[in-house]
């Protein structure tokens, strides 16, 4: 149906990708080159995830703040390796209120800086620790290859701070973003199968000591770097004076942490579940899990499809009602699969006259016989239940199936470089190393995380036996 007004992947990805994101009226490009407007039902989209991502930070301790998009040039010149980092991407503003300004301000790329200057300031003594922030913002990096979602000059997100008394509970913490927040909404909710594992040196965030990953496979094959969690040491802590005394009156200084999720995410679930019919979103994820749709201009229909819509909302279910009759069927229908919602229940005449509904999952092919089945009206509601829980799972299932063809066990650099072509390459950190992955970066392939062999985090690059975990990437 959706496949008549939208690319094949097969034929061109990134191509299927812009058509999606413009077909299912989910953004659009910005005024200025890199900006990106997200239009309602790309913010419906982001609006589930942060309320699910934000339920989890809550539950792991942590508090929401804001702080100013504006962050004076020299808070990030006192941290090196950080200014080093960001300085090719900053937005500095010189010029306000008609005249030059005396400092230069940086609009806000992260905020480590100023988090920094305000947590020397709350944190006095050790009952004051740990401080567990967060903040839901926007931020600036100047993109020179901008693409909706996954690369923009501005995006969404949230960023996550906190400061410890001890460096075990700094990077218990990071770990615990990592599995409880990150990876289990990525797995539970976007039905995202993930490599989570630890970067390599050249990989982490500027300024940090480590950093914690969440790594995607795409539809073709490429990564995707869905969140991170960061442990900063006492690098900013040292900068920015971030010291407490301790039970024994003793100044300490505090090991520090930052972590993030973005709008990127929603790149990702349209490339990792997105087929040639346009979006699949998971029903747990789904701003409209449902939709009623009045096949006919029928008083009846209307009434019965009403009725059915009310049914499910009371049972929990987020439903639309489409009795737009003065469009035709079949564009609605091409208009709901290119938007993705989980389940279409479609109201006939000729059905309603048997006592059944058809109920559609939009999960599943075409030409998969359990995509499309009739049921009674009386157990329609069961029923559309039933097809929710197993959309959810048969959405994550093919990602997993996907991995499972894509993932290659190899035990030289050129198998890795040939299989990353495809999909992601497994091999043994031991082989790759730091020249390693001077060969890899030649043919536009990088270590996405390592990982011990039982697919578990390492707490140092430096265990025996790691795996690292190579493609190309977005």
């Not at 390796?81 to 500095?92: D, I, N, Q, R, T």
């Not at 209120?97 to 790329?109: A, S, Y």
Request: hydrophobic share 40%; glycine share 8%.
């Amino acid at each position: 149906m959706a496949a008549r007004v939208l690319t094949p992947r097969s034929e061109d990805f990134p191509r299927w990708y812009q058509d999606v994101v413009a077909k299912a009226e989910m953004a659009e490009n910005g005024p200025v080159r890199g900006t990106m407007v997200i239009r309602p039902y790309g913010t419906a989209i982001w609006e589930r995830m942060q309320r699910e991502v934000d339920d989890r930070i809550k539950a792991a301790g942590a508090a929401n703040v804001s702080f100013p998009l504006f962050i004076p040039e020299s808070y990030l010149q006192r941290e090196a390796e950080h200014v080093e980092g960001f300085s090719p991407e900053l937005a500095v503003v010189t010029h306000a209120g008609g005249k030059d300004l005396e400092e230069r301000v940086v609009v806000r790329p992260t905020s480590e800086t100023v988090f920094g200057e305000y947590m020397a300031k709350w944190i006095q003594g050790h009952r004051d620790l740990p401080l567990l922030l967060n903040q839901w913002a926007n931020v600036v990096r100047w993109e020179l290859r901008p693409r909706i979602f996954l690369r923009t000059t501005e995006f969404l997100w949230q960023e996550g701070h906190t400061a410890h008394a001890t460096e075990a509970d700094a990077r218990d913490y990071a770990l615990r973003i990592l599995h409880e927040v990150y990876r289990d909404f990525m797995v539970e909710v976007l039905g995202i199968p993930l490599f989570v594992g630890r970067k390599t040196a050249r990989e982490r965030f500027a300024g940090a000591i480590n950093t914690l990953t969440c790594e995607a496979m795409m539809g073709d094959g490429k990564a995707l770097q869905m969140g991170t969690s960061h442990e900063l040491g006492q690098n900013f802590a040292k900068v920015f004076g971030i010291d407490y005394l301790d039970s024994e009156g003793e100044l300490q200084l505090t090991w520090t942490t930052s972590w993030g999720v973005s709008t990127r995410m929603i790149g990702g679930l349209i490339m990792a579940h997105g087929d040639d019919d346009g979006l699949r979103l998971p029903p747990r994820l789904a701003p409209t899990q449902v939709v009623v749709l009045v096949v006919r201009d029928d008083e009846e229909c209307h009434e019965r499809a009403r009725l059915m819509a009310e049914e499910m909302r009371l049972a929990g279910m987020r439903v639309s009602l489409d009795d737009r009759t003065e469009i035709s069927f079949g564009r609605r229908s091409t208009e709901w699969e290119l938007k993705g919602v989980p389940v279409r229940v479609e109201v006939g005449p000729r059905d309603l006259a048997q006592g059944v509904v058809t109920v559609v999952r939009r999960d599943l092919p075409g030409d998969d016989p359990a995509r499309k089945s009739v049921t009674g009206v009386v157990e329609m509601a069961q029923a559309v239940a039933d097809a929710l829980e197993a959309a959810q799972w048969s959405l994550h299932d093919q990602a997993v199936a996907r991995v499972t063809e894509r993932l290659a066990d190899v035990s030289s650099l050129p198998d890795a470089i040939e299989a990353a072509a495809t999909g992601f390459a497994r091999i043994p950190w031991s082989l790759v190393g730091d020249e390693g992955e001077d060969a890899l970066a030649e043919h536009a392939v990088t270590v996405r995380c390592l990982q011990r062999a039982d697919g578990s985090v390492p707490l140092s690059a430096d265990e025996p036996d790691l795996v690292a975990i190579v493609a190309r990437s977005y």
